[in-house]
Structures are given as C-alpha cells and as structure tokens.
C-alpha cells in the first residue's frame, strides 16, 4: 500500500514571491505521481505528472515539480505566484494498484 | 471533448433518507472512479469500475452505499441511508489509461446530511 504525506496544511505568501508545497510518499514498489489543484467548488484540475524519465517536470501555469526518489518527495514549486494561484492543492500517488491515493491537501493563500 | 458530467451538484437530505448521484464520464474512457472528500481532507476512493466491472470497492461502506456501473459508461452512486457523516463532495473521476492513475474529475456533488 502506498500514502501521501502533504506536510503543510496551510501556505500563505505574497503576490510575486516564490512557493514550495511539500509532499512525501511511501511506496514499495514504482510510482507515478501527481498534483491536482481545486479551486473553490471544483473537482480536481490536473497541473502535473511524473511517470518516467526526465525527474524534474513541468506543469501548467508556471508550476514545476521534481522527484526525488532517495527521499521519496515530489515538491511543487512556482517561482513566482499571482492570486489566482489561490487554491487547494494535492498531492498524489499510485503504486502496484494502479489506484491513486491523495494527500490531505494543502491550501495555499496569496496576498496581495 | 466533453469533461465528466456529475449531477446534482448540490443535495441536501434528512438522515436515513436516500439519495442518487450520477456520473457520465470522458467518452472512450474505461475507467471510473468514486471519490468522497469530506471538508478539510483529500478525496478518498469508494470504488473503481473497469468498464462495467468493480475492481477495488474496499473502501466502499456496503451497508448503505451502493454503485453500478451497467453498460459500462455511466454510473450511479447511491446512499441508503444516510448518516451525517456522509456529509462530504463525491467526486467522480475517469481514466483513459487504469494503468497511472492519471484521472479526470468532474465538479462533485455536495450532501449535506441534516
């Protein structure tokens, strides 16, 4: 069985500053992972996917994550937010089963 | 291309009432999901059809929730009877490919259990 473990329920920061969401998995065998973003009474919104390959990938609106398989993380990263970054994000993972299990998410707030 | 379709988005029932909820996933693709996410947690998973059969419905609480998935594209989740705990957004989601777990999601729909 695999978890996600989302370090910080909570992000505040400023508009044009940088942000790092943390997330940390554990899995016995190979994994695929993700980040989905919602937005106030939406579903879950794809921003990106590590399945293969390159172990730094980018998403949609300016976000980026890198896996780091000795530390079992998979951090998303912007460099610069705005306020429509506000938002619940998630962090999630599959292993043997194929099933995707998700963390608690973390919510992140920008200020203007 | 036409996202998930969930319906109704909002329902709010008196405990030990029943409810319905309905899901037409991305056409083409075999794979549904049932979520339920209750405030301030991530989705958790009810139950997983392969084209109109349940792989994974471990999680799912048999004595008063019930899924089908007849034909093999849309599906119906149903509560019977409804406690307050059962409060939360059930989010139904779609895969292409069972194999990565990559999913769309609809919008949800949210009980509120009185």
């Known amino acids: 069985a695999q978890s996600v473990t989302q370090l910080d329920s909570q992000v505040p920061v400023f508009e044009e500053a940088p942000v790092e969401l943390r997330c940390n998995y554990s899995s016995s065998v190979s994994v695929y992972l993700f980040w989905y973003v919602q937005y106030p009474n939406q579903g879950l919104q794809l921003l990106l996917k590590y399945l293969s390959g390159s172990t730094l990938v980018k998403g949609i609106n300016g976000f980026e994550a890198e896996f780091n398989k000795s530390q079992t993380s998979f951090h998303l990263r912007k460099p610069s937010v705005h306020i429509s970054d506000t938002a619940e994000y998630f962090c999630a993972v599959t292993g043997g089963s194929y099933i995707p299990t998700f963390g608690r998410g973390t919510s992140l707030i920008v200020h203007p | 291309e036409a996202g998930v379709a969930q319906s109704p988005r909002y329902k709010i029932i008196e405990k030990r009432q029943s409810v319905a909820f309905w899901c037409n996933p991305i056409?083409?693709?075999?794979?549904l999901y049932w979520y339920q996410q209750i405030l301030g947690q991530g989705p958790k998973l009810l139950i997983q059809?392969?084209?109109?059969?349940?792989?994974?419905d471990s999680q799912l609480p048999k004595d008063r929730f019930s899924a089908e998935r007849l034909k093999g594209v849309d599906s119906t989740l149903k509560i019977q009877p409804a406690k307050l705990e059962d409060s939360a957004v059930y989010l139904c989601?779609?895969?292409?490919?069972?194999?990565?777990?990559?999913?769309?999601f609809g919008e949800g729909s949210r009980l509120t259990v009185l």
């Open positions: 989601a779609s895969s292409p490919d069972s194999n990565t777990g990559e999913l769309f």
């Open positions: 059809f392969q084209n109109n059969g349940v792989v994974d």
């Open positions: 056409s083409g693709h075999a794979t």
